[in-house]
């Protein structure tokens, strides 16, 4: 007999495989002769009082033995196929969409303007340690894209865009732990991404698919409101490939790709977005506030059971929201600037989220009046206005990619501060008004949502915590536009628009999500 049953069980209990057998054992009234064997379906952590729970859905075997875990990808061999489909970009839309392609029989061929994983290594470490930033390898830019290398968080709302399990159950095939299938907010870590996306690189190569690294593309040819081909830079050789599909999956920081559709007339929206900073604070003071904790030793005792401490955290501010995005519990800042004369933070954990730190980027929403001295540029204002406070953030921070920071209540105080708390951003960072940085239109409304987040959260509004910016990747500010139900392009009706840098996505699994259903669109 299998029964799925739901339990309320304090951290220590839900943490302790025997006891949490027994309890079950209990709940089904079972007597001493029972084999019993459980397993986990779902974890969430209720913190609200102050006695926390974990919530749990367990589903029981009685007398008989749970089966193993099993995902069986159908991906066919493609490389006789007859039909093709150009992906530009190897972030999650890019590379689900190739996956996808591989289960349709439709071969894949993959255009990455970046490095693969193990090579872009090199590039972050330059960024870090001598603040050179590679345009074409960074952060943001390679296999993987900008998932990668911050974070690697598997939490969405975007339940109606696809099948959430299946994308979860691929990274699993493909060497994620199975805790992701059962986690609430579930989470793989940067430490363990890379050998990941390469799995899934071997896969779309082994059964047939084509990936080109450094390679970008630079131009396309348009007949009868179709691409016909498109021409791609590889070093300093260019070539032109015919195309029968193309999917954009290019993320939200591939500037150019915009600025060429807009050169050559291709409709292209505006679109509100959000800008901000990263700010960090201990991990033990999040920690203590979220677990009502009344000191350090009742945190660590309770770290025993629980992972690191997030948060969320949203306030309006005369009808602009400010909110927290990509809280990274146990975390580092990130330089993921795509250009040298610019700074731009992220976030990222690893996977056990042990670093001393916590941070998030507190955002401030903004609208596309907000664009208004922009206006010249078009469909591109929000992108231009985006630009120019990633160049002041460069200028404040001393022209190198040390980032311009304050502490947290002298920010709020709108005092500099004489000195800075320890940072686990490691370019560095340099004491200055912030203020000055994000300019009339930002900072206020930071200043009135970092009051009422620290009414919210007592001891959140600290000098122990520093403000790094500027938070200013959170999404692309450029929309290209699609057809609801074909996802094609309205002038062009073989280009599908995908994912976070179209406008379509927030995040690793709706990227991946909608990577899927733009190959299922150009099957039909």
């Given at each position: 007999?299998?029964?799925?049953?739901?339990?309320?069980?304090?951290?220590?209990?839900?943490?302790?495989?025997?006891?949490?057998?027994?309890?079950?054992?209990?709940?089904?009234?079972?007597?001493?002769?029972?084999?019993?064997?459980?397993?986990?379906?779902?974890?969430?952590?209720?913190?609200?009082?102050?006695?926390?729970?974990?919530?749990?859905?367990?589903?029981?075997?009685?007398?008989?033995?749970?089966?193993?875990?099993?995902?069986?990808?159908?991906?066919?061999?493609?490389?006789?196929?007859?039909?093709?489909?150009?992906?530009?970009?190897?972030?999650?839309?890019?590379?689900?969409?190739?996956?996808?392609?591989?289960?349709?029989?439709?071969?894949?061929?993959?255009?990455?303007?970046?490095?693969?994983?193990?090579?872009?290594?090199?590039?972050?470490?330059?960024?870090?340690?001598?603040?050179?930033?590679?345009?074409?390898?960074?952060?943001?830019?390679?296999?993987?894209?900008?998932?990668?290398?911050?974070?690697?968080?598997?939490?969405?709302?975007?339940?109606?865009?696809?099948?959430?399990?299946?994308?979860?159950?691929?990274?699993?095939?493909?060497?994620?732990?199975?805790?992701?299938?059962?986690?609430?907010?579930?989470?793989?870590?940067?430490?363990?991404?890379?050998?990941?996306?390469?799995?899934?690189?071997?896969?779309?190569?082994?059964?047939?698919?084509?990936?080109?690294?450094?390679?970008?593309?630079?131009?396309?040819?348009?007949?009868?409101?179709?691409?016909?081909?498109?021409?791609?830079?590889?070093?300093?050789?260019?070539?032109?490939?015919?195309?029968?599909?193309?999917?954009?999956?290019?993320?939200?920081?591939?500037?150019?790709?915009?600025?060429?559709?807009?050169?050559?007339?291709?409709?292209?929206?505006?679109?509100?977005?959000?800008?901000?900073?990263?700010?960090?604070?201990?991990?033990?003071?999040?920690?203590?506030?979220?677990?009502?904790?009344?000191?350090?030793?009742?945190?660590?005792?309770?770290?025993?059971?629980?992972?690191?401490?997030?948060?969320?955290?949203?306030?309006?501010?005369?009808?602009?929201?400010?909110?927290?995005?990509?809280?990274?519990?146990?975390?580092?800042?990130?330089?993921?600037?795509?250009?040298?004369?610019?700074?731009?933070?992220?976030?990222?954990?690893?996977?056990?989220?042990?670093?001393?730190?916590?941070?998030?980027?507190?955002?401030?929403?903004?609208?596309?009046?907000?664009?208004?001295?922009?206006?010249?540029?078009?469909?591109?204002?929000?992108?231009?206005?985006?630009?120019?406070?990633?160049?002041?953030?460069?200028?404040?921070?001393?022209?190198?990619?040390?980032?311009?920071?304050?502490?947290?209540?002298?920010?709020?105080?709108?005092?500099?501060?004489?000195?800075?708390?320890?940072?686990?951003?490691?370019?560095?960072?340099?004491?200055?008004?912030?203020?000055?940085?994000?300019?009339?239109?930002?900072?206020?409304?930071?200043?009135?949502?970092?009051?009422?987040?620290?009414?919210?959260?007592?001891?959140?509004?600290?000098?122990?915590?520093?403000?790094?910016?500027?938070?200013?990747?959170?999404?692309?500010?450029?929309?290209?536009?699609?057809?609801?139900?074909?996802?094609?392009?309205?002038?062009?009706?073989?280009?599908?628009?995908?994912?976070?840098?179209?406008?379509?996505?927030?995040?690793?699994?709706?990227?991946a999500m909608d990577g899927e259903r733009c190959v299922d669109a150009l099957r039909y």
């Open positions: 007999m299998q029964k799925k049953i739901q339990l309320q069980v304090s951290p220590q209990l839900a943490s302790d495989e025997q006891r949490l057998k027994d309890h079950v054992k209990e709940e089904l009234s079972l007597n001493t002769t029972s084999s019993l064997a459980i397993r986990i379906l779902k974890r969430s952590i209720d913190a609200r009082g102050r006695k926390i729970k974990i919530n749990l859905t367990v589903l029981a075997a009685v007398d008989e033995n749970l089966p193993p875990f099993e995902f069986t990808a159908a991906y066919k061999n493609v490389s006789s196929s007859g039909k093709t489909c150009h992906i530009i970009g190897a972030g999650p839309a890019g590379l689900f969409a190739a996956l996808r392609c591989l289960e349709a029989g439709i071969k894949p061929v993959v255009i990455e303007r970046g490095k693969d994983v193990k090579a872009r290594r090199r590039d972050l470490a330059a960024i870090n340690k001598d603040h050179i930033v590679n345009p074409e390898s960074n952060y943001c830019f390679g296999e993987g894209g900008a998932g990668t290398y911050s974070d690697g968080k598997l939490y969405t709302r975007s339940n109606k865009r696809g099948d959430i399990e299946k994308i979860l159950n691929t990274f699993v095939y493909h060497g994620a732990s199975t805790e992701i299938l059962v986690d609430a907010h579930p989470h793989i870590g940067t430490n363990k991404l890379p050998l990941l996306i390469q799995n899934i690189r071997e896969t779309i190569l082994h059964f047939g698919g084509e990936i080109r690294f450094n390679t970008k593309l630079i131009d396309f040819n348009v007949t009868r409101e179709k691409i016909t081909s498109i021409k791609i830079l590889t070093g300093s050789d260019e070539e032109e490939l015919k195309v029968e599909n193309l999917i954009l999956a290019t993320g939200h920081s591939a500037r150019d790709i915009y600025e060429l559709l807009h050169s050559k007339s291709v409709l292209i929206e505006a679109k509100p977005f959000a800008l901000g900073v990263r700010v960090e604070h201990p991990q033990s003071l999040i920690d203590s506030i979220q677990y009502h904790c009344g000191n350090l030793n009742e945190v660590q005792a309770i770290r025993d059971y629980l992972p690191a401490a997030s948060y969320s955290l949203v306030h309006q501010v005369k009808g602009r929201g400010v909110y927290s995005f990509c809280m990274c519990p146990g975390g580092i800042i990130a330089p993921c600037a795509t250009n040298q004369e610019e700074v731009v933070t992220n976030g990222w954990s690893p996977s056990k989220r042990n670093n001393p730190y916590a941070n998030s980027g507190i955002v401030v929403g903004l609208e596309s009046a907000d664009f208004e001295p922009y206006k010249t540029f078009g469909p591109l204002a929000g992108l231009e206005f985006q630009k120019s406070l990633e160049k002041n953030a460069w200028l404040h921070g001393g022209k190198t990619q040390t980032a311009p920071a304050q502490r947290l209540m002298d920010f709020t105080n709108s005092k500099i501060s004489s000195s800075l708390p320890d940072c686990s951003y490691q370019p560095g960072t340099k004491s200055v008004d912030m203020q000055m940085v994000l300019g009339k239109l930002i900072g206020p409304s930071l200043k009135e949502g970092f009051k009422a987040f620290g009414a919210k959260m007592r001891g959140y509004l600290t000098n122990e915590a520093i403000i790094v910016g500027v938070e200013s990747r959170t999404s692309t500010p450029v929309r290209i536009p699609r057809d609801k139900d074909t996802l094609q392009h309205p002038q062009l009706k073989n280009l599908f628009p995908c994912g976070e840098g179209a406008g379509y996505a927030g995040g690793i699994m709706s990227a």
